[in-house]
């Protein structure tokens, strides 16, 4: 049987999935992320193996954090810090013999949300909150790309934020106002000194205004039809989050509609499924790679 193989790599888990051509899940893997490179490395080649049994790989697809270069597939996530200018899409070509397609994790999930999600908004805007923060944007379910195929980078604009501790506020790209290191889990966990899930309804509050003001930037620059919300931070925290997110975007959004604002439909599986999505389109267009 062909299948595909989607992979899921993320600063504190990996997952695995293998599905059939039309997209049925067939079996799914999850473990911890290893620090070390080469550990990494061979845990994704074990996964992908263990998850191809009998089968032919026709495709794999990788979501990984970004910055990343999506034609080559060589990757740099910021939360991984051992993983720098690695050639990915080498690797597992090599290692496999089929087509390898990587892209950053939030325009993976923003896929998986389009063909998994059953999402037909025309402008769909994907966040994830979770040790970082990210976004993805699809148009008419085709992922938009910066000038010379750059993915533009959500979390790192400045907003008029508050803060109960704003000398403590440090984005882990090393700016001093990152909306990431406001809202996201290792922003949070600076700032208050414990883990989101730990926060309390005060403090979510104040985390919640400060996403509704970067909501409202995105919103005023992109006009979306909906934005999803996924990542560990966002689907944990629920309407504690969202709501002060919401009433934020409400009062400062002035000019433009204000789009919906939920939380994924897929859950922690967003970028997983959009991996095996991404492999399903790269294979339909004819993907180059190392062919068996």
Known sequence: MN????????????????????????????????????EGLSLLKGLAAQLREDNRIIAIAAAIGGPLEHKSGVVSPLHQPQWRK???????????????????????????????????????????????????????????????GVHQEAG??????????????QCDCGAPDCLEGLVSGNGIRRIYGKPAEALSDEEWGEVGYNLGQGLRNLAALYAPDVIVLGGGVAIGAGE??????????????????????????????????????????????GGVGVME
């Open 156 to 169: 790192h604009q400045s907003i008029n934020f508050r803060c109960t501790h704003p000398e403590r506020v």
């Open 3 to 38: 299948i595909f193989i989607g992979l899921d790599i993320g600063g504190t888990k990996i997952m695995a999935a293998a599905a059939k051509e039309n997209g049925e899940i067939l079996r799914h893997l999850r473990v911890d992320t290893p620090h070390d490179l080469q």
């Open 86 to 148: 690695v050639p990915l899409k080498t690797i597992m070509e090599t290692q496999f013999r089929c087509p390898f397609f990587v892209d950053v994790d939030t325009n993976v999930a923003a896929l998986g949300e389009y063909k998994f999600g059953k999402e037909t908004a025309s402008r769909l805007l994907y966040l994830t909150l979770s040790t970082g923060m990210g976004g993805g944007l699809l148009i008419d379910g085709k992922i938009y790309r910066g000038a010379n």
């Open 240 to 285: 504690k989050l969202l709501r002060p997110a919401r009433e934020t975007l409400q009062a400062h959004l002035k000019i433009v509609p204000v789009p919906e604002v939920r939380l994924s439909r897929l859950g922690y599986d967003s970028a997983l499924l959009g991996a095996i999505a991404l492999a399903m389109e790269g294979w339909s267009e």
